[in-house]
């Protein structure tokens, strides 16, 4: 195998190719430190031909190849193939074009998100997506994943905001998939390809969409003392046409971890907080404010603060932002959920969870985009206490089930990956899954490109052995149907 | 073959098969005349489950069969197969719920796009995309076409607008695909059943994202001595960052035609004219009325007028989407482009097409969807006269290989279907017309599922003989690349 792979230096210089266990370390895990697995070989290539001979020699010796960029994935996507080449897209940082007039710009893949934002901002204008990892992250992987972000409500996921992508197929074979204008012919193949987590072919260049930005941003913080009034709040601001910016929810243990860790100036005895940022022209956000503000007072909020200026404004928004970090100040090890579901079942599967967390005898604190029912439990356990590691994934797996069961989905922005295959079988029935291999054999054939994560196969969900429950088959008779 | 095809009666009531030759010519083309062919045999099946066996049925015996909502569409995607079953949905005509909480619908396949917001009315809800044939085409056949409308500039196409579709594969197996929650595990095969034009399923029941009715709608209507000026008005809306819910233009021809039909009160001596809707609440919509307002002046417009009531802004909008009849009434055939182009290009797209008008001495009408770039240039002819049929096909032709040139694509919103199928060539290369074909096999392995249509063989393409210019390749030096 080494004597294989060494051969990789024949297209690519020295130090483009690590081989030495030492070597591949850093490369071993991506966000989710969970699991762990180092790769026979990592390559760093410096041009799209070298990308090319990777891949067409890979797929000459049937070598498996897991793409990576920033390598900050929450699910393991990017975790390494023992036996295969983890390729990583570090050194592909260029802007290539900036368009003002049709707003658009053209970049390598391993440009990170915020760096468009920061390249695009003479031009007043921003990429909308905003994952939390936004400094580090790069839009391929953001592509793979199909981020969201806070503003992913209004402004829509990674999907809703890019044009055109280059991509290698696992053959070598380089496609450019999309367009420049509003719709293309032949198969949507570019949402096919947003979110299919590195499976169906290693995106090269991305041409992303910009926006103008908005003329005035203004945030509202209201406290509840019950979650059920403000999911409520929540439903009524999307009811009555409001779109926001940004919609969020945190429970009280994520409201004093974080102001014990930024002093954001949350209300640390309130039940629930949410925050909603309106943005527009001036004229537009504050007759947004007024709406808003009325039906939080009439949904019961207990407080409701305007930030007084911008320097307030963004230390709401750091609250939330340091949520996670937050609570791993609180305990040594923190899972995190990504689940989705029907808005309307937000109170309902919160109080599910408040159960299982008892059940469990684990803290879960609750962060989540509430705007569009993307919530964001952390499990709160201690890996050094036996057993501990493993009641929070079986925690993690009952509530992306219970996600599944009142028709929502488990994931909503951070990928299937490793951590949550097993849960496919609960989503997916075996026509789904089969259908989904078949897809991906179109492809791949030899399934070379990221074996073994976010399609799990019929063999793997027979052993798993859980009941597909698809779309509101619900094991809770007490949860209403979708 | 017809005794084959009688056996559909074992599982279908009699008066759902038809097999005559005068009973299956009502079917022989869609709303694209220029192409007919009767299919063997017509089904209407009454419920899913005799879908479910024609499909099984077709499957088993190998026999081509092409789906069929209200047969609207205008590029002989619905075209039957002479030696195949022409699967009708017309039956399927239920709303089966509607969540005003949620704001979501569920319907069948054959309900029509109008009668979906006529439903939801009564909650102050609509669905968003209005392509001009709404009143009779159907959300499945929507679904196959990615439908867009005059609103889809600022609402989407179809597959912004829809959550969930159920949908029958060739092998007659039930897949669910997409979920009620914002976004879905699994690849996207939501967005790439959209617009597949019955390619890869047939679609038996969709579930729709609805919107609240604005609380107002205004427009404006801008005439200009010359198109460029007009072009600019329409850049400089969108770099304001303004979203009109619709953004339309028509040439001196079209608004000729229309002002002689329906007397929508044009300035008929205007080279171009914009009319621009502005809707949301009464503050946003005046304050956007200004800006759009100073804009035309600042764009050298020669007059602006607002709709002074409800029946007058309904009278501006008459003439626009009765732009095709009256063009119908003044020439005996016209033949409708549908291509869209980044929309900086506007002004030398139309320019050029004014060239090959003159060229092929054959008169084009403009009317289309500046926001988007989606034009509509119309061709005027005469069948009965020897070759002007031909000489309109090959404008045609010449016309959206023009707006690949620029970094567009051959169709907007209405499809390749039959008609565009040669320009696929010149949009795609042969590696991505391979991918498309491999993953077509993915869902429909033998090619039954509406064959020779939307993806055109390479044999084909070969035959055609056009090179392809993929995104900006100019065969026109005097275009600037995108």
Redesign the interface.
Known sequence: MIALLQQLTQFLPKDSVLLTDEAVRPYECDGLSAYRERPAAVVLPNTLDEVQQVLKFCYQHKIPVVARGAGTGLSGGALPHKAGVLLSLAKFKRILAI?P???TARVETGVRNLAISQAVAPFGLYYAPDPSSQVACTIGGNVAE?S?GVHCLKYG?T??NIL?VKMF?MAG?????G??????????????I???EGL?GVVVEVTVRL??K?EQAQVLMAAFDDVIKAGSAV?EI????IIPAGLEMMDNAAIRAAEDFVKAGYPVEAATILLCELDG?A??VE?QIGQVNQILRQAGATEIRQAVDEQQRLQFWAGRKAAFPAVGRISPDYYCMDG?????HLATVLGRIAELSQQYGLVVANVFHAG???LHPLILFDANKAGQLEKAEALGGEILEL?VAV???????HG?GME?INQ?CV??NS??LT??H??????DPDGLLNPDK??PTLHRCAEFGKLHV??GELPFPELER?
Chains 1, 2 share one sequence.
Request: glycine fraction near 10%; include cysteine; charged fraction near 20%.
């Open positions: 368009d007039k049709s707003r199909n969201g996921l999907v809703h055109e197929t074979e380089l496609l450019t998939i367009s420049a204008a509003y719709d293309s012919a032949g198969y949507d193949l570019l949402a096919l947003t979110g299919s169906l926006l103008p908005p439903a999307i009811a009555q046409g022209n004229e537009e007759h989705t579901i029907p808005r309307k569009d029912g993307n996600c028709g929502g989905t488990i994931t909503g922005e299937v949550k496919m989503q997916f026509l789904e259908q989904f078949a897809l991906k054999k179109a492809f976010a399609i698809h779309h979708f």
